[in-house]
């Protein structure tokens, strides 16, 4: 039994003396115990105090020990709760019971501050609702991403997972890839776009609709949260929901929910911190803020960045009929990558060089990439999210040959030091910029097709 394991058995224990899930303290101290550290370390990860964690733990093993009717210390923890060999954690929680160590504990409802749902049946097969996800009609590599994406989700049962980069760069046709890939494993796939900004009450008013076609549907978010997490315990699903960045406001640094949105930090909290088998991969060109102070604290989050598809783009370019294979790499590095770039030059390639990739690129003076006019189009939609800081630091990028460090821009940029900053780190969220470490400094570029979409938008 690994220590996630452990620790899922034990939080269902201390639900169903508590109505209570294990609370994030609680949890790294059990994680803390059964890898070995002493509580002044456990305090000291957890930014709290020894004292604290010890009376907390001390709390943690009189539950534990009242449950498993055997006396739980720090010191004989793990010894005790690996040596249950008996338990059958899905099975236990869909019949109201779990099974540790032989000792079978039922479940008591009228402790659960929550309504446990019951479906009907349990699906026999996979329950597939992929909603308005585009269909897939070629898919090239990702080979990796795939794999790394599986082992999360299906060895490890991660909770929540962000799936970010650029727009583009194919993380939605990478990620209905990865349903295809896995789907056995699940009881239900479920995908969703946010692209028109549906509320938190619109979002979680669907997703039980799929759970429960003819139940009604609670009015407050806290109801429908939990009943979604007792769906979510339930059964096995993956619920991919896309397009996040259109929860944010534009014009504001990246990541802020658009004001009556901001429930949907507490669902996607509630997802990584409370235990459950299923797991929801969001997809955003934004990484919310939430993912990036969750996946410091919390074990089942995670965030994946897509890059460059590499030279699989290829593929895609003899899709479009173009010629010269031997410019093709060029190409490919020039728009770094990125299928959505690429199929939108290959297109004017296409239309004005016949296929012709040399051609296209004799045409290209300074190594600078050429911006047809719907990847222009693209790039617009990007650059007006930005905030009049980040483009302000943006322009000053572009006229850079060379990357540079931040007391270098904080001189040609006219902003106070901590507008700089919240600028370059929300560019940096919206994966915008190119860091690079030399010695102890960073320094910064922008991303090559931006910098020449700023200076044709600017007339650099
Ligand atoms: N691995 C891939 N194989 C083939 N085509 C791809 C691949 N990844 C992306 N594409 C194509 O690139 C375009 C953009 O992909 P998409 O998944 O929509 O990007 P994103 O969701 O990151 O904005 C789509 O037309 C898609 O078909
Ligand atoms: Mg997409």
Not at 409 to 417: A, F, N
């Amino acid at each position: 039994m690994d220590i996630s394991e452990i620790v899922q058995l034990a939080d269902e224990l201390v639900f169903v003396k508590t109505g209570k899930h294990l609370e994030y303290l609680q949890e790294a101290i059990l994680r803390g115990t059964l890898q070995g550290q002493k509580y002044a370390q456990i305090a000291e990860n957890s930014h709290l105090s020894e004292g604290h964690v010890r009376d907390v733990a001390s709390e943690l093993w009189k539950i534990l020990s009242d449950g498993l009717g055997k006396d739980i210390s720090k010191a004989n923890c793990r010894a005790i709760l690996e040596s249950g060999n008996i338990y059958d954690f899905s099975t236990a929680i869909g019949q109201g019971h779990v099974k540790i160590n032989n000792v079978n504990i039922c479940q008591d409802t009228s402790q659960s501050p929550q309504v446990t749902p019951q479906p009907q049946q349990t699906p026999t097969r996979s329950h597939i609702d992929l909603g308005d996800a585009p269909e897939i009609f070629s898919f090239y590599d990702r080979t990796h991403e795939l794999a790394t994406l599986e082992n999360w989700i299906v060895r490890d049962r991660l909770r929540l997972i962000a799936l970010l980069g650029i727009g583009g760069i194919g993380k939605t046709t990478l990620a209905l890839q990865l349903i295809e890939q896995i789907k056995s494993n699940f009881d239900y796939l479920i995908y969703r776009s946010l692209r028109f900004s549906p509320t938190p009450d619109a979002i979680l008013t669907n997703l039980l609709q799929i759970f429960s076609q003819q139940g009604e549907i609670p009015q407050a978010i806290e109801t429908q949260l939990s009943q979604l997490i007792n769906y979510l315990r339930k059964y096995r699903c993956l619920i991919v929901l896309d397009d996040l960045q259109m929860l944010f406001s534009s014009a504001q640094l990246a990541g802020q929910y658009k004001s009556g949105y901001e429930d949907y930090q507490l669902f996607f909290k509630q997802i990584a911190e409370v235990c459950h088998q299923s797991c929801i991969l969001l997809i955003s060109w934004e990484k919310s803020r939430e993912v990036a102070a969750l996946e410091r604290v919390n074990n089942y989050v995670h965030s994946f960045v897509l890059g460059s598809l590499g030279v699989a783009a290829k593929q895609i370019l003899r899709q479009h009929n173009l010629s010269d294979e031997d410019c093709w790499e060029t190409l490919i590095n020039t728009y770094q990558g990125n299928p959505l770039w690429l199929e939108l030059t290959a297109t004017t390639i296409q239309e004005l060089f016949r296929g012709n990739v040399s051609e296209f690129l004799e045409c290209n003076e300074c190594d600078a990439p050429i911006l047809c006019e719907s990847l222009q189009a693209q790039l617009d939609r990007q650059f007006q999210r930005l905030t009049p800081q980040e483009q302000a630091v943006t322009i000053q990028l572009a006229n850079q040959t060379e990357p540079v460090s931040l007391p270098q821009i904080r001189k040609t940029v006219e902003l106070s030091t901590s507008d700089l900053l919240n600028a370059m780190q929300s560019l940096g969220r919206r994966f915008l910029l190119d860091a690079k470490e030399q010695g102890k400094t960073s320094f910064f570029s922008l991303n090559p097709v931006l910098q020449q979409y700023v200076k044709n938008r600017y007339g650099n």
